[in-house]
């Protein structure tokens, strides 16, 4: 049977840990090169990644700084706040989450 799905990955850079009660998010930057005129730059993305107990111990072993690995799922949601005011929310749920390569580890 085919089963229908919405999954992301990112491999970046960790800039904050939130640990929470029975929840971490994660923020991590994805770098985009883009051309303007002549010139090369680069555009950073920062992605909030939500990251449960599946996932609790390499999150705990992950600092800033660290190049991770993060594969899970998209999931939307919205609520209502007053009659005519609804809020529309995306989150990237961590299924998977590997530390590629640690801060302090990098050559000068």
């Keep these: 049977m085919p089963q229908n799905i919405a999954e992301f ?3 970046g850079r960790i800039g ?18 883009r ?10 993305h920062w992605n909030s990644v939500v990251c ?3 996932v609790a111990n390499q999150v705990e072993a992950a600092g800033k700084g660290d190049l991770v ?3 899970g799922r998209v999931r939307e ?5 007053e009659a005519n005011d609804i809020s529309y929310r995306t989150e990237l749920i961590a299924d998977t989450f590997s530390v590629l390569t640690k801060a302090d580890a990098e050559p000068s």
């Design 9 to 11: 990955r990112i491999i």
């Design 16 to 33: 904050k840990i939130t640990a929470r009660e029975k929840v971490s998010y994660v923020s991590v930057a994805a770098n985009y090169n």
């Design 35 to 44: 051309r303007d005129g002549d010139e090369w730059k680069t555009d950073t």
């Design 52 to 54: 449960f107990s599946n």
């Design 69 to 71: 690995h993060i594969t």
């Design 77 to 81: 949601s919205n609520h209502q706040a």
